[in-house]
T-cell receptor, first 112, second 114 residues
Framework: QKEVEQNSGPLSVPEGAIASLNCTYS??????FFWYRQYSGKSPELIMS????GDKEDGRFTAQLNKASQYVSLLIRDSQPSDSATYLC????????????FGQGTTLQVKP | DVKVTQSSRYLVKRTGEKVFLECVQD?????MFWYRQDPGLGLRLIYF???????EKGDIPEGYSVSREKKERFSLILESASTNQTSMYLC?????????????FGSGTQLSVL
């Protein structure tokens, strides 16, 4: 079992729709959770971080964390073609000196 | 702006060569990481360091070593390059903060081992 799992996609949504990206992790001691976006040929950049159970909203993005079920999700409202990218879920085990492990990424395509 | 600089964007080496990939960050970050990225496999952690002279193995350390003699520099070493080490290598750094961590990535080094 991979430590951090994502559906590789591609996930295709029409412009203006809600895109839902999911991630599960295997280690219950994980404490910090991140979503990175990576455009083709570019390096990843941080979109959201979440540390506590529940929802965290930032503009059109909402991260959701459920530690009991060991999953974290990212919702993108009013999806735009510019949101087309690969979204990487990352999980840090333990404290600040723990491993930071990425999932394989989900490719999102937003069609005009 | 934080800058993470990787020494080369593209590198071509021969099997058996010793290869050095250099990474320098200018924001006094404690944590530094080396990942490799391959299609369908995402980013896989090779090594990371949370302090000078400290290093920890990631998930795929075999065939690699690292060096962190100064806080700003984290080097990845391929002792004897092999074709299966052809990949995109990404360096990243972050400061240590309990609820506000952010990785800053370099632009990557595409390594081809022939």
């Amino acid at each position: 079992q991979k430590e951090v799992e994502q559906n590789s996609g591609p996930l295709s949504v029409p412009e203006g729709a809600i895109a839902s990206l999911n991630c599960t992790y295997s280690d219950r001691v994980s404490q910090s959770f991140f979503w990175y976006r990576q455009y083709s040929g570019k390096s990843p950049e941080l979109i959201m971080s979440i540390y506590s159970n529940g929802d965290k909203e930032d503009g059109r993005f909402t991260a959701q964390l459920n530690k009991a079920s060991q999953y974290v999700s990212l919702l993108i409202r009013d999806s735009q073609p510019s949101d087309s990218a690969t979204y990487l879920c990352a999980v840090r085990r333990g404290g600040n000196t723990g491993k930071l492990i990425f999932g394989q990424g989900t490719t999102l395509q937003v069609k005009p | 702006d934080v800058k993470v600089t990787q020494s080369s964007r593209y590198l071509v080496k021969r099997t058996g060569e010793k290869v050095f990939l250099e990474c320098v960050q200018d924001m006094d970050h404690e944590n530094m990481f080396w990942y490799r990225q391959d299609p369908g496999l995402g980013l896989r952690l090779i090594y990371f360091s949370y302090d000078v002279k400290m290093k920890e193995k990631g998930d795929i350390p075999e065939g690699y070593s690292v060096s962190r003699e100064k806080k700003e520099r984290f080097s990845l070493i391929l002792e004897s390059a092999s074709t299966n080490q052809t990949s995109m290598y990404l360096c990243a750094s972050s400061f240590v903060a309990s609820t506000n961590e952010k990785l800053f990535f370099g632009s990557g080094t595409q390594l081809s081992v022939l």
